[in-house]
């Protein structure tokens, strides 16, 4: 198990590392089956790994590898450790498995670009440091790993850096991320201060025990609360999701839908101890996600980029993952990022493919009529769909059901309002997603989309390593929702049993109830979507909400006018008052006075020997008077 | 009776000394200070002799005198009228500065003597016949100061060369040479 | 020691110096600024030889030679120097010279 891994881990790592230091002695092609082939590497170690905890007792299942110790200052020591035990075995298996497909994808999407080996390094580098994160085994290793997906997120989020508004949303995308990282620092710095260590053991043992105080592990939660809110895209600190479709197609899909933004779910799920002791701030991570899939629900039923319909669509379904874990359902929560990861990458992927079709066009009102151009496009984007909307017998049925039963086992007025603000989500998922679904891919075709690319009209819809990875990713979205039957088997809930208890248990009368109801929304909602399409009419008809809505319930504005302009205003006034006149304004002077002391004295270089010699002989004079004198 | 020829002959040579070295400095032409500064080496020689230095008269008669001095007369006469340049140079100020500074230098030195005078610089030592003479000179240029006297030959050749090349004609002038060689 | 006594010679050389020095800060012709040198130098020589008489080591008369074969050297090339000059038919003055400034 350990040896696979280290494989996992650094098989990214070393591909990564390959492309960088061949430049461009390789092909693109090359780098991208490079980069392909080392994530796949990775995906084979975390099999191995995985089955060979598999075959261990559930007890024996987490194991700790340390490599070397790192960090050693004072009575703070931490090592280059990896944790693995179910649930970070989970993630590796999502991050090496989605990722080898989206990058296997990507050789068929990038081709052809001018900088495609540096786009492949940064994929490799990105599956490096998600792998980093979630098999960290304390908790700075964590933070390295976070830090460094934010990175990566900002690299491919600018990859088309001669865009303007790319390289904004990089920026904006990192900014938000490092006031995220900036609070889980504030947490660490409270942990080290207070229990002295950052391995996960000990904080966790010093946060179930009750060692650390109210106070203590309420600030400590509030700051992963805050980390885990900004990566993860949850309002308050959601602004820059949208805007990170500025990447390409497959950075979105693993980057912005798969993984990097579930991490945050993760880190709720790996340090739940201390959320358990910090009760208020574990409801409040469930109530931030049901005020972001609210939100974000009813924001994506007025968007008109593809892109950004299923952006919004994976900030409103990470809310809900929220919501799990604010109740304590860790193993539902992470069931729904594991079945999520495949439908909404499979939803970006085949958008991708519509996208690539139709040269670059992201419009989906200058969609339609797609369906019988492309077919297979057309089935895995239904299937997707409606895996989302949660249709059973498809994967997104059997996990957000799961949730929500468990926000009603949880009960009390929290319960019952995650359960009713859950139930309405489904509902808004059917609306935004057939919304969707039918401007794309029904009715008529729109002018400029009735001459397909030409390249592609030799090779259908797509080459094959883009169509493969969506065919198994549809493939999987259908079939992994079977591994959560309630109250005919739950493999995954037990895997992780140990690992993260579950603090409510829904019986199996609450699941099939919740089920029921949640399917009936969102077939209504989706029947709702039908009508209004059928007649040619918007779901949010034009007025104040639809205004409301268009700019996003006016966030960036208000962050703008809150944060950035006095910021700037800021950082203007110190320039003009203090940096300008004080700091260049000192250096200048230094410079001038040098000059000014310079010419002053070369003014003694007459050149006239004559008077040099003077000056030696006075020199001499006084100096034989003062030998005279002093004797 | 014999000191006080002595003291005659030092006083003569001395005022000589002094006289012919102010001619030097005063002097308008070129050719008078030089004949002036063969004087004052003339009398300076007297004067080591009356030191005892009887080799280093000699040498200053010899070297400097006929060799040295020789040299630059050769020169003035090379010059000829060319040599003839302004008295003094310089701004008024300076010039007064330099006259002080001189005399300010004079002044201190001649206090620094004549506060010993009494002292250490009376006790003159005892020599015998071999002070001064060629045989000492030569043993001392050849155990105790003979790094020196390695130097000194040293410094002569480069001396020498030095002369050579300044003397030597540069490229345009041996082109205009040529030149009006060619010419009928 | 027969005659006037050491103090006598070193005022003498201290006297020859300061002229020569007068000398040196005061004339413009190279060749004038080069004889008041050697003034100065010669100056230096009696004190030398002065001392050595004072304390009877000849190591005083030994320098003064050294100082003499310096001098040579010195005046050789300082004619060269003024022979040159006076060839590119350059003034010779020695405040013409002021290439040396800052």
């Given at each position: 198990m350990i040896f696979g891994s280290w494989v996992c881990l650094l098989a990214p790592l070393v591909g990564f590392l390959a492309i960088l230091l061949a430049g461009t002695r390789i092909t693109r092609r090359q780098a991208g089956i490079l980069s392909t082939t080392s994530v796949f590497v990775g995906f084979a170690g975390a099999l191995v790994a995985f089955f060979d905890a598999w075959g261990r007792e559930p007890e024996e299942r987490g194991e700790l590898t340390t490599a070397w110790t790192w960090l050693k200052a004072g009575e703070l020591e931490v090592g280059l450790e990896l944790l693995i035990d179910p649930l970070s075995l989970v993630m590796m298996l999502v991050v090496t498995g989605i990722g080898g497909l989206i990058v296997l994808y990507s050789n068929g999407y990038m081709a052809g670009d001018d900088e495609e080996r540096r786009y492949f390094a940064y994929m490799a580098f990105f599956v490096f440091s998600m792998l980093l994160l979630v098999m960290g085994g304390n908790l700075l290793l964590l933070l390295v790993g976070w830090g460094l997906v934010g990175l990566a997120s900002y690299l491919l989020i600018g990859f088309h850096h001669e865009r303007a508004s790319a390289v904004a949303a990089a920026k904006k995308a990192f900014v938000i991320n490092a006031l995220g990282d900036a609070l889980l620092a504030l947490a660490f710095f409270l942990a080290i201060a207070k229990v002295g260590s950052l391995d996960f053991g000990v904080v966790f043992e010093a946060?179930?025990?009750?060692?650390?105080?109210?106070?203590?592990?309420?600030?400590?939660?509030?700051?992963l609360l805050g980390g885990a809110v900004a990566k993860s895209a949850q309002i308050p600190f959601h602004t820059w999701l949208p805007d990170a479709m500025e990447g390409p197609t497959p950075v979105s899909a693993l980057i912005h839908a798969a993984t990097m933004v579930t991490a945050g779910v993760y880190l709720i799920c790996r340090t739940h101890p201390v959320f358990e002791a910090a009760p208020e701030v574990q409801h409040l991570a469930a109530i931030l996600g049901l005020i972001t899939l609210l939100v974000a629900g009813v924001v994506a039923l007025v968007q008109w980029d593809i892109k950004r319909v299923i952006a919004y669509s994976t900030m409103s379904q990470i809310g809900y993952m929220f919501v799990g874990a604010g109740v304590g359902a860790y193993g539902f929560a992470m069931f729904h990022l594991v079945t999520h990861a495949f439908f909404k990458a499979l939803l970006f992927l085949a958008a991708g493919l519509v996208i690539h079709h139709l040269s670059g066009e992201q419009d989906i009102r200058k969609m339609g009529g797609l369906r019988s151009s492309m077919r297979f496009t057309h089935l895995t984007f239904l299937v997707g769909t409606l895996a989302l909307v949660g249709i059973p017998p498809l994967s997104g049925f059997w996990s957000k059901d799961a949730i929500l039963a468990s926000t009603l086992a949880e009960g009390g007025v929290l319960g019952w309002v995650l359960y009713v603000g859950g139930l309405v989500g489904a509902l808004l998922t059917g609306l935004y997603s057939l919304r969707l679904y039918l401007l794309v891919f029904h009715g008529e075709p729109a002018a400029q989309a009735e001459a397909p690319h030409a390249e592609h009209a030799h090779h259908g819809e797509g080459p094959r390593s883009m169509t493969i990875p969506v065919a198994v990713l549809a493939v999987g979205s259908a079939v992994a929702g079977l591994l959560g039957i309630p109250g005919v088997w739950h493999p995954f809930e037990d895997w992780l049993h140990d690992v993260a208890e579950p603090l409510v248990e829904p019986s199996t009368r609450q699941e099939w109830l919740t089920s029921g109801l949640a399917v009936t929304l969102g077939v209504l909602g989706a029947l709702l979507a039908w009508r209004a399409f059928k007649a040619g009419r918007e779901l949010v008809p034009d007025g104040a909400v639809r205004t409301t809505l268009e700019h996003k319930l006016w966030f960036d504005e208000l962050y703008d006018t809150v944060f950035s302009r006095p910021g700037q205003a800021i950082a203007v006034t110190l320039?003009?008052?203090f940096e300008t006149p004080v700091v260049q304004g000192g250096l200048d002077e230094v410079a001038e006075g040098t000059l000014r002391g310079a010419a002053a004295t070369s003014a003694a270089q007459s050149g006239l020997l004559r008077t040099y010699a003077l000056a030696i002989t006075i020199s001499v004079a006084v100096l034989a008077l003062v030998f005279l004198v002093v004797r | 009776m014999g000191n006080v020829v002595v003291w005659v002959i030092?006083?003569?040579?001395?005022?000589?000394?002094?006289?012919?070295?102010?001619?030097?400095?005063?002097?308008?032409?070129?050719?008078?200070?030089?004949?002036?500064?063969?004087g004052n080496l003339a009398s300076l020689a007297t004067l080591y002799l009356l030191a005892s230095g009887e080799f280093i008269a000699a040498a200053q008669i010899l070297v400097y005198a006929g060799a040295v001095m020789v040299m630059f007369l050769f020169v003035i006469a090379y010059l000829g009228g060319r040599a003839d340049a302004p008295w003094a140079g310089g701004t008024k100020l300076i010039q007064a500065a330099s006259v002080v500074t001189a005399s300010a230098l004079m002044a201190v030195?001649?206090?620094?003597?004549?506060?010993?005078?009494?002292?250490?610089?009376?006790?003159?030592?005892?020599?015998?016949?071999?002070?001064?003479?060629?045989?000492?000179?030569?043993?001392?240029?050849?155990?105790?100061?003979?790094?020196?006297?390695?130097?000194?030959?040293?410094?002569?050749l480069v001396a020498a060369v030095g002369g050579v090349v300044l003397g030597m004609r540069s490229q345009a002038e041996a082109l205009a040479d040529a030149e009006e060689a060619a010419q009928p | 020691m027969m005659g006037p006594g050491i103090p006598w010679y070193l005022a003498i050389s201290a006297m020859l110096f300061s002229i020569g020095v007068a000398g040196v800060l005061l004339r413009r012709s190279p060749l004038i600024v080069l004889l008041s040198l050697e003034l100065m130098l010669n100056a230096a020589n009696l004190a030398f030889v002065g001392f050595s008489r004072l304390f009877g080591e000849m190591d005083g008369q030994v320098f003064a030679l050294s100082v003499m074969a310096v001098a040579a050297a010195e005046v050789c090339v300082g004619l060269g120097l003024i022979v040159a000059m006076a060839r590119r038919n350059l003034a010779l003055d020695v405040d013409a010279f002021t290439e040396l400034r800052g």
């Open positions: 946060a179930e025990s009750g060692e650390l105080s109210d106070t203590v592990a309420t600030l400590v939660a509030l700051g320039r003009d008052r | 030092w006083l003569v040579a001395a005022a000589a000394c002094l006289f012919t070295g102010v001619r030097v400095v005063i002097a308008t032409s070129p050719f008078s200070s030089a004949l002036s500064l063969i030195t001649l206090v620094a003597v004549m506060l010993d005078a009494g002292g250490r610089l009376s006790d003159e030592s005892d020599v015998d016949r071999a002070f001064g003479s060629p045989a000492e000179m030569g043993r001392l240029f050849l155990t105790d100061h003979l790094l020196a006297f390695e130097i000194t030959s040293i410094v002569l | -």
